[in-house]
Every structure is written in C-alpha cells, then in structure tokens.
C-alpha cells in the first residue's frame, strides 16, 4: 500500500539515508621487489657456489652432492635474475586485496614500517601463530596514506628483524 505523502507505507525516509556509507577505495600498484643485486653479487654468488662444492666433493668424494649444490646455485642465480612485476593492491572496507587474495585487516595483531632499499615496507602481523606475515611494498608518494588507513583498524609497533630477515638482508635475496 502506498502512501502518496509519506511513501511507502508512511514512510518519510529518504532511500539514501539508509544505505551504508561506502568507505573510499585506496588502490595502487608497486614492484614485487627493488632489484638492488649488482655485478659483485653474482660473481660472490657463483664464488661461493663453486668453493661450497669444491668443499663437499674434497670431503665426501660425492659426485651427486657436489652436483646437487652446484645445481642449488644456479638456481638460486636463475631466481635472482627474475623482473619483479607489478602487484596491485586496494584497501576498502577493513579489506586488503592483494592481486586477488582478500585479507580481513581483522585478522591481524599489529603492523610495522620498514625501510628498504628505496622503498618503504608494510608487515602484517597475523593473529594466528602459524599463519605467514603479509608484506606490502610502498612507493612513497603512497605510503602515509595506507599508513594512515591502516592504522585505524590495526595498531603500529616498532619493527625489529628475526634472524632470517637478517640473513636475507645480507644475501639480498
């Protein structure tokens, strides 16, 4: 039954009002990685390759295990020649949309800042234990926005490195 005056069954609402506000979308893209490896790196790499198998067949007199980790350093050598590519990232609505994986930012404890290279880093720290961290790569003209943005559902702690973020910043892997 319709009322002419007041809509709907006397309804004077207007539609609009009852509608959710729809937060802003942040989205933007970043390199999956800063290619920072120079000439030195892999000549270290291949160095180091070919005296750890020298090493091992000495030792053992294993053909297969020096095959095996001459084998590691190429690929290794093949990884690391890899062109980082282009992910794109959109936060809406407490949702981190990474390519198109959906994160819920309610599922994580905390988050920290991290500069590396020339780039500046988000880590997501998961509420679950064994549940992997989430990196995001930030250009820095967009960066305090998703900071900002993030911080409003997860809180900022000070970041400190575990030993094996160590060891990759020392191979640069």
């Known amino acids: 039954m319709v009322n002419e ?3 709907f069954l006397g ?3 207007n539609p609009a009002q009852d509608l959710p506000k729809k937060e802003p979308e942040l989205a933007w893209t970043s390199k999956e990685y800063v290619p920072e490896k120079s000439t030195k790196w892999y000549i270290s790499l291949i160095i180091v390759t070919l005296i750890a198998s020298g090493l091992v067949y000495v030792g053992t007199k294993d053909l297969i295990s020096t095959f ?5 350093g190429l690929l290794v050598l ?3 020649l890899k062109k980082p590519k282009n992910i794109e990232y959109r936060i809406r609505n407490n949702e981190l949309i990474i390519q198109n994986r959906t994160y819920f930012l ?3 404890r905390a988050f920290s800042v991290y500069k590396k290279a020339n780039s500046e ?3 997501l720290i998961p509420l679950k234990r064994f549940v992997p961290r989430v990196y995001i ?3 820095r003209e967009i960066s305090q926005n998703v900071i900002n943005t993030i911080n409003q559902v997860i809180p900022a702690i000070k970041y400190s490195q575990d030993f094996i973020e160590r060891i990759n910043d020392i ?3």
Do not use: P
């Open 5 to 7: 005056n007041n809509g």
């Open 11 to 13: 309804n004077n609402q």
């Open 68 to 72: 095996v980790l001459i084998a590691c």
């Open 78 to 80: 093949g990884y690391s």
């Open 106 to 108: 309610g599922n994580f």
């Open 121 to 123: 880093n988000l880590m």
């Open 137 to 139: 790569s930030l250009d």
């Open 171 to 173: 191979i640069r892997f």
